[in-house]
């Protein structure tokens, strides 16, 4: 998601293959093997004393995150089916952060091939792990590692999303800190083929080939498939907000087992003016989820906070506390995490919150974590924020006229388009490394392919909570 406190990743890694430091193995349906590729002292190997943490019994940095690593690997292993290992080059490098957004991780798959002994389509790009398992044999030169991994090794430091650091136990209690089998259950599945090789930003296929994934990539605009587009139609298609779905039977016949009724916000009343409207959102990990009946109430303002106006990082000042009491407060992003807005606004009496966004975009969902949360939480798109604070003034004391209904449909799957498909990352603009490679940040649960690791991920890629391995079988898994 991104935000305040951005848990990004990117899918595709470009590092060059450099020697074993140290290898890990984790066995089951589908070995999986993990070259430690750190040097001394660094990521993997890093000495620093730590304390074992859920389950992890790791006694130095180093140590834990590997086993953090095996661990996720043997989930990995146990799902997957593979006569051939699968190899991972891993290491911690530096990534790119800010003090408030951070890239977690990279990773993608080192070679694609195609046109090998029982490739199921003709001229069509797979994924290295992927080939292997189809073909039955160890494309390529023998043992090269078909995946490159990259973590961040700054992570939580000061000016790297500051003070959120990876979580290294085995349990899934993060808190507010970034939970790591799920960062890397997320980078190994873009390694085994949770991606595409053609270019989202010119539309070209990779050396005149497609990839597999483009093959049940359909703009829902234009019912076309990307094979069946020109490059041009291609790259129109992957800045299309909702506009590209992906057609695989697997994931298509799961998604009512596994998604959400989708949420409604609507906007209306006597003041609303050019502000009524159903509303583009994306919704939180923290506080209940927009349900049946709905959350209907007042909208109000937060201003002239002593942190700025309308951020609602500090306890709510009087005035704003008489204005958002019993009413759905509307605050701005920025600053501090979404989690700690809600609990301020809630705090003061609020039965809602409304986040309107401060860069321009598609609507994305907020990462957090805080379960004292009763109240439910979405986020709106900049140009949307904008109508509705024209219309809202700067009422502080006084009923706005303007009402929010935060509830769900009642057809329809969240992150789904009309014919209940599932929809594929594609913000405009472009994002790189993000864009096509994810589902839509509107599925709901969260899913542990969406562009960011949130803080409701099970450590299940797969039925009922996940469809992350049905999409894989959609390709050949």
């Not at 699968?86 to 290491?91: C, K, Y």
């Not at 009413?327 to 009496?349: D, E, M, Y």
């Not at 709106?380 to 004391?397: D, F, P």
Request: with cysteine.
């Amino acid at each position: 998601m991104k935000q305040n406190k951005n848990f990004r990743l990117a899918g595709l890694a470009g590092a060059a293959l450099l020697a074993c430091a140290a290898v890990g193995n984790a066995q089951a349906a589908a070995t999986i093997v993990i070259n430690n590729i750190n040097a001394a002292g660094i990521g993997f190997n890093d000495t620093t004393p730590a304390t074992p943490v859920g389950g992890n019994s790791g006694t130095t940095l180093g140590q834990q995150r590997l086993i953090a690593f095996t661990y996720a690997a043997n989930i990995w292993g146990a799902t997957l089916t593979s006569s051939q290992p699968i190899i991972i080059n891993a290491q911690f490098s530096a990534l790119s952060c800010t003090a408030t957004s951070a890239t977690l991780g990279s990773a993608g798959a080192t070679s694609i091939f195609r046109n090998f002994a029982n490739a199921p389509r003709a001229d069509t790009w797979y994924s290295y792990a992927l080939a292997n398992k189809l073909s039955g044999t160890y494309l390529g030169t023998a043992n090269a590692p078909q995946i490159n991994a990259n973590f961040n090794v700054n992570l939580g430091q000061p000016g790297c999303l500051t003070n959120s650091f990876f979580y290294l136990g085995l349990d899934a209690n993060h808190g507010s800190n970034v939970d790591f089998v799920a960062t890397l259950l997320h980078e190994m599945g873009h390694g085994v083929g949770f991606q595409t090789f053609t270019s989202g930003t010119t539309g070209n296929y990779n050396g005149g080939f497609p990839s597999v994934w483009d093959h049940y990539l359909l703009d829902n605009t234009t019912n076309k498939t990307w094979v069946q587009m020109t490059a041009a139609e291609r790259a129109a298609s992957a800045i299309k907000p909702a506009g590209l779905s992906w057609t695989g039977p697997n994931v298509t016949a799961a998604v009512p087992n596994v998604l959400s009724r989708p949420g409604e916000v609507k906007v209306y009343g006597s003041n609303a003016g050019a502000a009524a409207g159903t509303y583009q959102y994306g919704d939180a990990s923290f506080g209940p989820p927009l349900r049946s009946p709905a959350v209907v109430g007042n909208v109000m303002p937060v201003v002239d906070q002593a942190d700025g106006s309308g951020l609602a990082c500090d306890a709510l000042s009087a005035a704003n506390t008489t204005a958002v009491r019993g009413s759905i407060a509307l605050v701005s992003r920025g600053v501090c995490g979404f989690a700690i807005k809600a609990k301020n606004v809630q705090n003061a009496g609020a039965i809602g919150m409304i986040v309107a966004d401060n860069a321009p975009g598609d609507a994305a969902g907020m990462s957090g974590t805080d379960d004292t949360i009763t109240i439910p939480s979405v986020r709106i798109t900049q140009a949307a924020g904008v109508t509705l604070k024209a219309a809202l003034g700067k009422r502080t004391r006084t009923v706005s006229g303007v009402t929010a209904s935060l509830g769900v449909t009642t057809t329809g799957f969240a992150g789904t388009d009309a014919q209940n498909r599932i929809t594929m990352y594609t913000p405009n603009p472009f994002v790189s490394g993000s864009s096509v490679s994810h589902y839509n940040t509107t599925a709901t649960p969260n899913q542990l392919m969406e562009p960011s690791i949130n803080g409701d991920l099970t450590h299940s890629p797969t039925l009922p909570r996940d469809l992350t391995f049905e999409l894989l079988k959609d390709i050949g898994w």
